[in-house]
């Protein structure tokens, strides 16, 4: 079974847009989360992360992101999406004090100017 | 500039040779993992070292894979007799102690190719 799984395999967009992206994890207990972002030809580099604390978490860029536990779910947002923003997404989860990190399978955001 | 460095960027060999990655992690992050990326999908999970322990091998992983990671800084990746269904993208990523609440660093990969 998938540990984390992501909703939009691949999303279009115009410029100015909000944008959602969903996240599911299936681990029981505490977790840590995290959102990843791939721009072309680049690395994978941190958006945000969620260890504990408040559930809205903000991160690089403008993009937030929400823990709600009852829901297993650590959706991503952007209020307003630019051109610059067109990447992969990749979703995160692992239990606290665990050291195996599994991914989603990811979102590709196209951002049409 | 990550910080994680991996080498070769690219790898084009032929189906039966063994091909060996290198991966040089942050300096002071005792964790390291290797994770496998084949388009269209997110990393998959293939191994992870604390210091110069290999404390978990994923058992999609088969027996022509292995990893070092002699004392606890480099890593190397070697996959003999190389098979089509190994290209793919090969990921390494490093991370402080646990006590800290720190992401996965990554670097840039290893593209294989196996022709």
């Known amino acids: 079974a998938q540990s984390v799984s992501q909703h939009n395999h691949h999303v279009i967009l115009s410029e100015a847009a909000s944008l959602e992206l969903g996240c599911n994890y299936s681990y029981g207990g505490t977790v840590n989360l995290f959102w990843y972002v791939q721009y072309p030809g680049q690395h994978l580099q941190l958006l945000l992360k969620?260890?504990?604390?408040?559930?809205l978490v903000k991160g690089i860029k403008g993009f937030e992101a929400e823990f709600i536990k009852s829901k297993f779910s650590f959706n991503l947002r952007k209020p307003s999406v630019q051109w610059s923003d067109t990447a992969e997404y990749f979703c995160a989860a692992e239990r606290s004090n665990d050291y195996k990190l599994s991914f989603g399978a990811g979102t590709t955001v196209t951002v049409r100017a | 500039d990550t910080g994680v460095s991996q080498d070769p960027r690219h790898k084009i060999t032929k189906r039966g040779q063994n091909v060996t990655f290198r991966c040089d992690p942050i300096?002071?992050?005792?964790?390291l993992y290797w994770y496998r990326q084949t388009l269209g999908q997110g990393p998959e999970f293939l191994t992870y070292f604390q210091n110069e322990a290999q404390l978990e091998k994923s058992r999609l992983l088969s027996d022509r894979f292995s990893a070092e990671r002699p004392k606890g800084s480099f890593s190397t990746l070697e996959i003999q007799r190389t098979e089509q269904g190994d290209s793919a993208m090969y990921l390494c990523a490093s991370r402080p102690p646990s006590r800290r609440s720190a992401e996965a660093f990554f670097g840039q990969g290893t593209r294989l190719t196996v022709v």
């Open positions: 969620y260890f504990s604390g408040d559930p």
């Open positions: 300096s002071e992050h005792n964790r």
